[in-house]
Each structure stands twice: as C-alpha cells, then as structure tokens.
C-alpha cells in the first residue's frame, strides 16, 4: 500500500522547489513535471544513476562522478549511458582516487559542479531516478543544488534497496544489501564496483530483475522510496 | 562529459566472446548504442517461435533454453551464447523457441545495427554464416599443428630419429627450370611422383607438386609452354638426414607444406619425405606392441603386450597423428589380440572339426576401436556342423577367446554378444535366419538393438563365410524399404546434445549428470548415418569414413555432406583420444565420458558446431528413408 497522503505530500515538496529555483536548469527540471503516481511501472520512463564522491558528508564531500542510464521498467537502454566528471573544489584526497580510480589526468575533461549540473539537470528531467541506497544521490544532489541554485532538489527517486527490503523481507547479514550481493541473489553477473557508469548499470538491472520478481503491476507510488 | 559506452562492463564482456573480439573500438561502440539490457525469470519465454524478431541475443549471464522448431532437440545457451540471428540474416520470423532456463540477463542488439556490423565486417559476418562444417574442419587443421608441436612422448616413438631413416626409394626425378610445364607434368606421370625438385646448375632451386600444378597452371588458365621456373615454389624448406623427425613434422606443419626434399652435404636432392611418411613412420613404431601380440606364447603375454597399448595411445596422440590412424592402429592390435587368442586356443583344443571363421561386430569390424572398448563377437559355421558333435569344443575355444580378451583389456561385452553365449554360434544359414528376422519383421527396439551387428568382419578362420553373410544380408536389406526406415529412425532417436551450459552440458534429460559421452553422443550418430547408406547401396566398406564417402560416390548422400560428416568424425573422435591420453597420463582408466568443463573453449565450440552438423544431417537422414515420420 502506498502510504497515505504521499503523493500529495511529495507534490507539495516538488512545487514549493519548483517555487524557489531561479531562472535556470534548476526550474526547468521543475517545469518538466514529474510523472502521476498512479502510474503503471509499465509507463515510465527512469534514469538509473550512481554518485561517486570522496566522503559521505552531503556538505563537505566532494562530488566526483555521475554516472546515468536510461531504462524502463523491463530493459536498461545500456546505449544511452553517460558519465560527467565532476572537478572537485579542493585537490583529491589519495583515498578517493585510489577508491575510484580517479586520476587528475581524468579530471582533466571534467566540469565544475554548476557546469555538471547544467548537463546532468535536463537529462534527469521528467524521468523517475533509480539509485541503489539513495540517500547519496538524494543528499548530494541535493547540497550541490543548494550550494548552486540556493535551492532543494526533489526528485522522485526509487531506491533499489529499500525496494528489496520493503518487497522481500527477510533476515540477512549485515552486507546482505549491498548492491553486489542483491544482484548475486538475483543471478546478476559480478561486475567492477566503483564506477558510476558501471554501478548505474548494474543498479538498473538490480531494478528490472526486482520488478520481474514481484510479479504484481505496481504502480509509480508503490516502488518510490518513501 | 563523456560518451562512455565502450567502457562500459559490456564491451569488456563482449571482448571476451568471439564474433565480437575482432571488431574495432568504434564498431563496437555502435552495436553497444543499439543494446538493451534485459532480464527474464526463469522459465520465462524470451522468443516464441513465429515472433517477428527484431534483435540480436547474447547471453549475459544465466542459461538460455532454444526449443528448435520442429524436433525435440534443445540447444542450450550458456554466458556468451548466442542466439536470434538466423531470423535477422532470413529477414523472416523466428522458428526457434528461446527459453530461460535460469534467471538470466541477455543483450540485445536492434537489427539495424546488427545487419550494419555484419555488412561491413567480413570477419563477423563469417561468424554467423551458419558453417559449422568449415569451422569444423578449421579446427581439424588446427588441432593437427597443435598435436605436431606439442612436446612429450616423443622418445617412445623414435620421433627424435633422424628423418634419413624414413627415406626407402633413392633416386630422386628432377626436373630443369627451362622445361615447360606441359614436359614437367608429364615427366612427373611417367615417373609417378607428386613432387619434382627443379635443379639448375646442380642446385636445387624449386619445387612442384601436383597442387601447383592444379592450383598455378590449371586453376588459371597458364599456357602449358610457360616455363616451369614460373609455377614451381622457389627455394624451398630443405631438410638434411640428419634432421630429427618430429623438427621435420612441425617445420611442415607451420610452413603448411607437404613435401620436404631431403637434401646430401654435397647439395643434391637425395630424397623427397612426405608428411604421410613421417605419420606412418610414428605409427609403425608403435607396431612393437603388434609384434609382442603375435608371438605371445599364451594370454598371459597377450595382455602383457596391449597392456602397453595405452602409453603407446599418448605417444601417438602427442605426436599429432590423426584420430584416424589412431583407431586402425588402436584396432589393428584388437585383431592381433583375438587372433593370437584363438590360435593359442586351437593349438589347446585341437584343431577344429569343421571350418568356421571369428566374426567381429561394431567398432572393431569398422576398424574404429578406441580403447576400452567391449568385445563383440561370434562364430560362423560352415558345411558340416552339428552341433551335438562340435558345440562342446567351439563352446570352450569361445570361452579360451572371450576369458583371454577380457585379461586383456578387451571387456567381457555386457549386451553378451560373445561367442561363449550359444546364440552367436551359428551357422551361416542360422545367421541369414536371424538377420532376415530383424529386417523382414522389424520392431523398433530389435533394430536398435541390432544395428551393430550390420558392421561385421570376419578376424580369423574361413573368412569367405562371413563375406557370404554379409552379402545375403545387405542385399535383403537394400530392397527392403520398411527395414531402411528403422534404421534411420533409430539413428535419428540418439540424443545429440546442442549446447552447452557454461561449462557444463547439459542433455535433455540431465539424469546423466554433467557428463558429456563422446561414443552415444557424437560417434554413434555419424556411425548410424553412414551404416543406413551402407544398407541402402549395399556398400561392401564397413568403415564409416569409406562408407561415407561411399555414400557420396552412389549418390546417397551429397559430396559436401560426406566431407563434412567425415570431419566431423574426425574431430570428434580426436577430441576423444586426447581426452583419453590425458587419462591414461592421470593414471584413470581411459573412458569415453568426459566432464564438459575439462575442454578447452577452443574444442567446446567445435563440438558445439560437430552437434549441430550431426543434428542436421539426422534430420535429412529421417526425411531420406524414413519419410520424415517420427
């Protein structure tokens, strides 16, 4: 069941952003609307994407990568996928480049957050967002729209794994949601972690396999995190 | 920002797999803008036979099932399978059935991209033009040049032996560089060479063989006066006698060439050596095992002699002598073996009240045994027997073979066909009956049981009994229309398994475990095919690949069927020995099974192409005899 009220509250949320974006990508995200959630999955067009940072702190860690893949609710459009490299304020630390095989050569060709965010913005437009444990791309694209447009960013985001969670409860251990072992379970190949292109792959098909799985016809309301 | 795909996981993936090894960064990237990535539950179907089929499939990971239209035969796709494009190359609609057998993820690539790859890339075009034949036999040439440079077990088979000593008819034909080539064609028939040194000044400075004379004059048209010194290989690969065997071997097995002038410090030509020589020196070598058997004074000595003949196997095997040679040699000490025991016998008992003659069955009468084979046999008597005065004796000659071939390797056969048991002591009349029974009333399970007795031959004794038999019977089945129809369809009931499963094979049934068996799964069927046309043209080989081509001279089976067919045989039967030389290495009893995920890919996918080919075939074999009635 979708909670009650959600919808409307997720309605009020999206138009009050709506409201306090300039002039901009930012507003004209907003203006493009975000599909009913009485939606069929069937119907919906989503993006798959994967931060990858150098901390988990929304306000001090540096956004490094975005990687995104179309998809809908039974394929991932694996033609599509993108990445944008993102310039980090402050010098990389080691860890994070030993992390994610970053290097400044690679930053070379990479955008400052406002021109990063100017591309990835209209590409994420209208679409439903599919992140493996949102709460990274929720906070940081929200800090990072805040830092820029001095406004929030609201999106509707499926998370794949509170999804598992919600949808096939059981007792696991304590990785047991971590998006390699989910995908395992669902007989999805292994593949390189830590590249944002690669993990929003591999998150999409995680969504797809889950979908598959549930053998229902959810709606828009029933997959979105809550 | 970046187009990224072609660093995307996928294209690392499709690296891996063969059609798509090949091709460019930029080729790649465009198959990749046009793949959707897509997951299907198990026992979900992907493809419906009939469907409009707009994609190219490639197993990501899981197992993809094809029910292929119109048979019970499966296919089975296992990661990097793939599938969809018969129906793309057609243009027309799918007639396989696509089936996940596992929860698997499959990419899919549009047509458009798909026929784009294929039309401007003749290498992945090749790929899917469906000809598992001449992969096939791609893989025969292979194998071979791998088995020849391969090291190890040479010693035991005199292949470090100086090439000098294969070297039998001196005097060697040479020809000038100024004859034409009309006078050198015609020097080489009178003298009946296939290959003429071209000496000039006391020097060899060419050589022609009867393909360039084929593929450099005929092929094109050449005016016969040219002179020689245009068609002929200039400076060839000289060797000295002094040039171990297998150096000589692997020099022409990478130089593809198959003649080797043998040349004398002073320069001139001694000898020419052919590859065939050098195959058949490395066998004959092993013949010592031949000899043992053949003055074996009693079965003792003779299973101490073919006790050799595994090691014998590897050497052979390294060696890279082909899988043919192999089984007739293989086979040559089998019959050794059950003459020698029979010889021993009659010198026991007493020679023999009447006349007679050892008929073998199966393998051995083919001359295609492999080791472990079972022993199949039985008597024929002649005019005179009665069997309340003589079946005591033959009784125990039987008993003295049978006891003798089993301490030698040669199992007691577990079906019973063995001259101990009465029923295949008989007399040439007694054997036409049962042979007229089979074929004139035949039920299906009699003929399954019955076919190995259609390939017979006589070992030992009065063998002209045996050939009478033989022409009775497959004179009775040539007419008989309805007989022809259950051997092919009994053919046609093995069970060819089509793919495999990642490693594994899996077969229809799977109750077998993961074993492959490479005599009921690949060897019997191409048996079975040859034998029906043997039946069918009264073919007097009893060997499949001269039956084959047997069938192709009468016109029962297509030329380009019998080669393939052949080759496939071939293949086949070496992956089987080496499988075995690799047993015996490990010190296992040699067997016929074997665990699919111990081939290399190399070998899988040739097997993967020898299954469809045989598969193929026993669906034209069906519709040829049978009518196409199951």
């Known amino acids: ?226 | 920002m970046q187009d990224a795909p072609e660093t995307l996981e996928i294209a690392e993936f499709l690296r891996q797999h063969p059609p798509f090894g090949g091709l460019s960064d930029a080729e790649l990237a465009a198959l990749i803008r046009a793949l959707e990535v897509r997951y299907y539950r198990r026992g979900s179907t992907i493809t419906s036979a009939g469907d409009e089929n707009e994609w190219f499939s490639i197993v990501r990971s899981g197992a993809v099932e094809l029910r292929l239209g119109g048979s019970d035969l499966n296919a089975r796709l296992g990661e990097g399978g793939c599938f969809g494009y018969p129906s793309l190359l057609r243009d027309g609609c799918a007639q396989n059935e696509a089936i996940a057998l596992e929860d698997s993820l499959v990419y899919r690539i549009a047509k458009p991209a798909f026929l784009e790859t294929i039309r401007i890339h003749p290498e992945f075009r090749a790929f899917f033009e469906i000809d598992e034949a001449a992969r096939l036999r791609r893989a025969v040439d292979r194998m071979r040049q791998i088995g020849a440079a391969s090291e190890g077990a040479a010693d035991t088979l005199g292949a470090h032996a100086a090439i000098g000593s294969l070297v039998r008819r001196t005097g060697v034909v040479t020809g000038g560089p100024d004859m034409t080539v009309c006078e050198a064609a015609r020097l080489m028939t009178q003298e009946d060479v296939s290959t003429l040194p071209i000496c000039g000044d006391g020097k060899l400075v060419g050589i022609v063989t009867d393909k360039d004379l084929r593929r450099r004059v005929l092929g094109v048209g050449l005016d016969l006066s040219s002179p020689v010194s245009a068609i002929m290989t200039r400076d060839p690969v000289t060797a000295v006698p002094d040039t171990p065997i297998l150096t000589a071997l692997i020099t022409m097995a990478e130089r593809h060439i198959h003649h080797l002038p043998i040349m004398n410090p002073a320069g001139d030509v001694i000898a020419i050596v052919s590859s065939n020589d050098i195959l058949s020196q490395l066998g004959s070598n092993a013949l010592h095992i031949a000899k043992a058997v053949s003055v074996s004074a009693d079965s003792g000595q003779v299973a101490d002699a073919t006790s050799q003949l595994p090691q014998a196997l590897t050497g052979l095997v390294a060696a890279g002598v082909d899988a043919d040679h192999v089984s007739r040699y293989v086979s040559t000490i089998g019959e050794g073996a059950h003459r020698r025991l029979l010889k021993l016998g009659e010198e026991k008992l007493g020679p023999p009240p009447v006349p007679y003659a050892l008929v073998c069955f199966g393998s051995l009468a083919r001359a295609e045994q492999a080791l472990g084979s079972d022993q199949d046999n039985g008597f024929v008597f002649g005019d005179g027997y009665d069997a309340a005065l003589h079946d005591a004796y033959f009784a125990e000659l039987a008993r003295h073979l049978c006891d003798g071939l089993n301490a030698a390797g040669y199992r007691y056969c577990p079906g019973n066909i063995m001259a101990t048991n009465p029923t295949y002591r008989r007399t040439a009349g007694e054997w036409a009956e049962i042979f007229k029974g089979w074929i004139e009333s035949p039920d299906p399970q009699a003929v399954l049981e019955s076919t190995i007795f259609f390939d017979m031959r006589a070992l030992a004794g009065e063998k002209s009994l045996v050939e009478g038999l033989r022409q009775e019977v497959f004179a009775a089945a040539a007419k008989n229309g309805i007989f022809l129809s259950f051997i092919a369809r009994a053919a046609a009931t093995t069970r060819v398994p089509l793919g495999f499963f990642r490693n594994f094979l899996l077969q229809d049934d799977a109750d077998e475990g993961r074993v492959l068996d490479l005599k009921t799964q690949a060897i019997a069927p191409i048996v079975d095919i040859a034998r029906t046309h043997a039946l069918a043209k009264k073919l007097v080989a009893t060997n499949t690949t001269e039956r084959l081509s047997g069938a192709a001279d009468s016109e029962s089976l297509p030329r380009d069927a019998a080669r393939d067919l052949a080759a496939c045989f071939e293949f086949v039967r070496d992956v089987r020995f080496r499988h075995q030389a690799e047993q015996i290495a490990r010190g296992e009893l040699p067997s016929n099974k074997l665990d699919p995920a111990s081939l290399s890919r190399f070998d899988r996918e040739h097997l993967r192409d020898a299954f469809k080919l045989i598969r193929d075939q026993l669906e034209k074999l069906r519709s040829q005899f049978a009518g196409g009635v199951t």
């Open chain 1, 1 to 226: 069941m979708v909670p009650p009220f959600a919808a409307w509250r997720f309605s009020r949320r999206f138009e009050a952003a709506r409201k306090a974006a300039p002039e901009g990508p930012l507003r004209d995200f907003y203006e493009a609307g975000h599909p009913a959630f009485a939606t069929p999955v069937e119907d919906l067009d989503m993006i798959a994407i994967d931060l990858e940072t150098d901390g988990l702190d929304f306000d001090h860690s540096a956004l490094l990568e975005a990687g995104f893949v179309a998809m809908r609710h039974d394929r991932v459009f694996a033609g599509t996928g993108k990445r944008i490299r993102i310039r980090p304020p402050a010098a990389l630390s080691e860890a994070s480049v030993v992390i994610h095989r970053i290097t400044d050569e690679a930053l070379k060709d990479a955008l400052d957050e406002e021109a990063a965010l100017a591309k990835l913005l209209p590409m994420l437009a209208g679409k439903v967002l599919v992140a493996h444990f949102a709460e990274i791309e929720t906070g940081f694209l929200d800090a990072a729209c805040r830092r820029v447009y001095d406004a929030p960013f609201v999106a509707p985001f499926v998370c794949t794994m509170a999804l598992e969670n919600r949808w096939f409860p059981r007792t696991r251990a304590a990785d047991g949601l971590r998006l390699a072992k989910l995908r395992a379970q669902y007989g999805l190949p292994a593949y390189r972690g830590h590249d944002g292109l690669v993990d929003a792959l591999a998150c999409g098909e995680l969504l797809i396999a889950q979908l598959a799985a549930r053998n229902s016809r959810p709606t828009l309301g029933d997959i979105l995190r809550r």
